[in-house]
C-alpha cells in the first residue's frame, strides 16, 4: 500500500511518516514507575486526545507504555507531527515525577519507537496485544489502560 506524502527521519531510531495512517508507539521507561507515576502519565497522554490526534488504546504499566493512533491536521493543513505529541507529553509527565520523588532525570528515554500500522490484521494483532498487557482489573490502583473510538479507515 503507497503512503500519501510519506517521508523518513532519523533520531536514534528512523521514523516513518505519512497522512492518514495509523500509528503504533511503545517506549520503555528507565525504571519501573510507581503506581502514582504511572498515573500521571496516563492522564498526560490522554490530555490531547481529541485535538491533535484520535487516540485508540493506550496502555501504561509500570516498565513501559503502548498506543495506538491517529493523528490530526493542524491549522496549518498539515498532520501534527506525533512526536510532538508523545514527547511533549513524556516531557510534562517526567517533569511532575521528577518534582514529586526528588530525582534529577525523567524516568523516560528521549525516544520513542513508532511505526506506520500497514493493515487491518496488524492493527488487530496490536491493538489485541495492548488490551491484553494491561493488569486485570483490580491488580493494579491506578488506571492503564484507556479504549477510544476505533473507526475502520484509519
Not at 503507497?2 to 503504533?24: C, E, K, M, T
Not at 498526560?44 to 493506550?58: E, F, M, N, S, Y
Amino acid at each position: 500500500m503507497p503512503f500519501q506524502n510519506f517521508s523518513i527521519w532519523r533520531g536514534r531510531l528512523p521514523h516513518w511518516r505519512a497522512d492518514d495512517v495509523r500509528y503504533y508507539v511503545t517506549f520503555k521507561h528507565r525504571r519501573e514507575l510507581t503506581a502514582e507515576e504511572c498515573q500521571v502519565l496516563f492522564r498526560t497522554l490522554i490530555r490531547p486526545d481529541g485535538r491533535r490526534w484520535d487516540l485508540q488504546i493506550l496502555c501504561v504499566v509500570p516498565g513501559g507504555t503502548e498506543l495506538i493512533f491517529t493523528v490530526k491536521e493542524a491549522p496549518t493543513g498539515r498532520p501534527y507531527e506525533l512526536s510532538e505529541i508523545v514527547e511533549k507529553a513524556k516531557t510534562k509527565a517526567g517533569k511532575l515525577i521528577i518534582k514529586r520523588s526528588g530525582e534529577r532525570f525523567s524516568p523516560f528515554y528521549h525516544e520513542s519507537f513508532d511505526r506506520i500500522v500497514r493493515d487491518e490484521a496488524e492493527f488487530a494483532e496490536r491493538w489485541e496485544a495492548i488490551f491484553e498487557s494491561a493488569p486485570d482489573e483490580g491488580e493494579d490502583e491506578y488506571e492503564c489502560l484507556w479504549v477510544g473510538r476505533v473507526t475502520s479507515d484509519g
